[in-house]
């Protein structure tokens, strides 16, 4: 079974623009959760998706937004970059239903770099 | 005060020795995580606890739920092993997971 796959993988862009970054979970996974990992907070939740609804958020700026897509695929997006945003950003996909915690299998990442 | 507090924050030890991380929260959850992170950033699942004792292979995690603490144990330490271990926690009813600061391990063979 494929894992988890970002695209892409590396990014550079500069203050202001924006940028979509995607994520497929693992066939059958319906949870898509994100992560934004810097050397200076660690890592933090983002939000995560289940069955194309947002069930979770973290607390970020309304800049930062994703989707889900009914295949479980999902983009996020991060508008008017700014240098802080410079990051690894993970998504982690699990089965997502019921009542507990489901194991979550992580991505590679995508390395941001603003400029 | 974070929710998830690690220690210690770097650690450096000989192939062989036995390794010690440790983990306390301050909220409830339903499950403790423990990750495992290797240069480059792919993060890997090692543990997930809700009370007593894992094992697999040479690492082992242990929580105490009244004392809001787990430790893993990494047994017969090798240079492969070296990597940042997180501990992390999650809560009834949802994927959220709140992490720690990280374990950078290395061991020197």
């Known amino acids: 079974k494929a894992g988890v796959t970002q695209t892409p993988r590396y990014l550079i862009k500069t203050r202001g623009q924006q940028v979509t970054l995607s994520c497929s979970p693992i066939s059958g996974h319906r949870s898509v959760s994100w992560y934004q990992q810097t050397p200076g907070q660690g890592l933090q939740f983002l939000f995560e998706?289940?069955?194309?609804?947002q069930r979770n958020k973290g607390n970020f700026p309304g800049r930062f937004s994703g989707r889900q897509f009914s295949n479980s695929r999902s983009e996020m997006n991060v508008s008017t970059l700014e240098l802080g945003d410079s990051a690894l950003y993970l998504c982690?996909?699990?089965w997502g239903g019921g009542r507990y915690y489901n194991e979550q299998f992580f991505g590679p990442g995508t390395r941001l770099t603003v400029l | 005060k974070n929710e998830v507090e690690q220690s210690p924050q770097n650690l450096t030890a000989q192939e062989g020795e036995f390794i010690t991380i440790n983990c306390s929260y301050s909220?409830?959850?339903?499950?403790l995580h423990w990750l495992q992170q290797h240069p480059g950033g792919g993060i890997v699942s090692l543990f997930m606890?809700?009370?007593g004792k894992k094992k697999h292979g040479r690492l082992i995690a242990t929580i105490n739920i009244q004392e809001k603490h787990s430790s893993l144990h990494i047994t017969a330490s090798h240079p492969r092993d070296s990597a940042v271990y997180i501990c992390a926690v999650s809560n009834f009813g949802n994927e959220k997971l709140t992490f720690g600061t990280g374990t950078r391990l290395t061991i020197i063979p």
């Open positions: 909220v409830g959850i339903s499950a």
């Open positions: 982690a996909s699990s």
């Open positions: 606890l809700s009370s």
């Open positions: 998706y289940f069955s194309e609804t």
